[in-house]
């Protein structure tokens, strides 16, 4: 697509309850990010995939948090277990690695929120 | 480790008046740097950039220029509208590994 794709937009769930939030990245980026925004807040950076590289997971908050990205494109970040802290808008990004004009380009972002 | 540094927000301005939001970073290398914008109930979107030293970045009326000597990328706008208000995010780019770093982003609120 001509963007970065984020599904769904809107999600509430209960707490307890475990989601799966997806991106489909720019076709042709290899890298792409994760972040969460919550309410008021920065960035907060999860976990980062480039190329074939094994991820930089260093953001995820607890062990409930993973991500994965099959076949370098589509990306999905799974919360298991959720709690109320865990409502957010969470943010995905891809860029493409060739140059120093590499810019990333956001998603709409997958607003979270738990009940 | 690599890190990005901005001014803390909320800034509040009268339209019309001289805008700045200060960036600093500390990076191994020369890291490309950027400034992002996200407009109320809207997706992150690149504002300008600058991939090396004296490089000014500009868009919309906004300029930065990346000062090697003071490790700075400070956002500039001399006049400021209502429509600019908005939260900015500062971000560098560097390593091997490419990762973006990110500031905690400036809140600005422009009143008429």
């Excluded at chain 1, 937009?9 to 707490?15: C, G």
């Amino acid at each position: 697509g001509a963007g970065v794709s984020q599904s769904p937009s809107n999600k509430v769930t209960e707490k307890g309850k475990d989601v799966e939030l997806r991106c489909d990245p720019i076709s042709g980026h290899t890298a792409l990010y994760w972040y969460r925004q919550s309410l008021g807040q920065g960035l907060e950076f999860l976990i980062y995939f480039q190329g074939n590289s094994a991820p930089d997971k260093s953001g995820l908050p607890s062990d409930r948090f993973s991500a994965e990205r099959t076949g370098g494109s589509v990306s999905t970040l799974t919360i298991q277990r959720t709690q109320q802290e865990d409502s957010a808008v969470y943010l995905c990004a891809s860029s493409s690695r060739t140059g120093r004009t590499t810019e990333a380009f956001f998603g709409q972002g997958t607003r979270l929120t738990v009940v | 480790g690599d890190s990005v540094t901005q001014m803390e927000g909320p800034v509040t301005l009268s339209e019309e008046a001289f805008l700045t939001i200060n960036c600093t970073y500390t990076a191994t290398g020369y890291p490309s740097l950027f400034w992002y914008v996200q407009y109320p109930g809207e997706g992150l979107q690149l504002l300008l950039k600058a991939t090396k030293a004296d490089d000014k970045g500009s868009n919309k009326g906004f300029e930065a220029t990346y000062r090697k000597e003071t490790t700075s990328f400070h956002l500039e706008k001399g006049s400021v509208q209502v429509s600019d208000s908005a939260v900015y995010f500062c971000a560098s780019l560097a390593g091997n590994n490419r990762k973006l770093i990110w500031g905690l982003g400036t809140s600005l609120a422009v009143n008429p």
